[in-house]
């Protein structure tokens, strides 16, 4: 860690916010507010094995490749940022329009992560019947991304139904932010989601995994150098991205880029961060401190995410009687052509027996 220096005030700054946050015990998070029509156990009756199913699968998918667990991670984040956790993002295109996946910010999600939240909805409709809604289970995923890859393990409040419909591409762009915007774009636009600046710099430390398209930071190396950005670090991603609109990709976190720890603030104290939106986060003083302190205390990091987390996680959630339980993630229950024929069949089957 060359050139990272531990300030003894900042420890201070770390055992205050500590204190002022009232985390709880290890694994309880029973101070962080669940929103009427989610539960710590909704599932404890009907599917009680969900978290064991989605946790038995996930384990064998990140054994042969941990870098799924970003990817399910930030499809997460991307379904909670636009119109709700309510898996719109999973939604195929219709006549309506493009879906969200066809959105610009949406291009470089995996596709594998949308196969995997699949499969994971098929295992656990075949354990439970169709009683868990893909958006919980893509919140289960992405708690799951962040345990299995060395991070915090923590509960989530579930309950989530299915949306209906999928945001058009304008609305999908305005509410997902590039990584060239600066703090003050992100400190604004996640405000309108009661989001605070601390809770910016914790979603934030998602990046600790993952990888980074060229293009979505070549900016800062073309056709001037990023003043902000360390040069060594530059010019090893000008080796990986000699050009603009280079087709290729590098780790979010050059210290730990498989670990869900918290280097990737100290990658940000070293003027290493890929991102205009990461390294910022280090130059603007409403989150300079909170960069610190994160980078020096990794326990305060975990509790700090997992209740961003939680919060983020029920942003305009669909929960009782709206939305639905998909069948099939990709597709609402009304165009499902093999639901509607087994509910048909079902039909048939119940009124010959009358």
Partial sequence: ?????????????????????????????????VVKGLSWSFYESSCPKLDSIVRKHLKKVFKKDIGQAAGLLRLHFH??????????????????????????????????????IEDLRELVHKQCGRVVSCADITAIAAREAVFQSG?????????????????TT?????????????????????????????????????????IGHCTSFEDRLYPTQDATMDKTFAKDLKQICPAKNFSATTVLDIRSPNKFDNKYYVDLMNRQGLFTSDQDLYTDSRTKDIVKSFAVDEELFFEQFVKSMIKMGQLSVLTGSKGEIRADCSVRNADNVKLTSVVEEEEEAAHSEL
């Fill in 1 to 33: 860690m060359a050139g990272f220096t531990y300030f003894p005030f900042i420890l201070l700054i770390s055992s205050l916010l500590l204190a002022s946050y009232g985390f709880a015990s290890e694994g309880q998070y029973s101070d962080v507010p």
């Fill in 79 to 116: 379904d909670c940022f636009v119109q709700g956790c309510d898996a719109s993002v999973l939604l195929d295109g219709s006549a309506s329009g493009p879906s969200e996946q066809e959105a610009p910010p949406n291009e470089t999600l995996r596709p594998e992560a949308f196969e995997i």
């Fill in 151 to 167: 991070g915090p393990e923590y509960n989530v409040p579930l309950g989530r139904r299915d949306g209906l419909n999928f945001a």
């Fill in 170 to 210: 304008e609305t999908t762009n305005a509410n997902l932010p590039p990584p060239t915007s600066n703090t003050g774009t992100l400190l604004t636009e996640l405000a309108k989601k009661k989001l605070d600046a601390t809770d910016v710099v914790a979603l934030s430390g998602g990046h600790t995994i993952g």
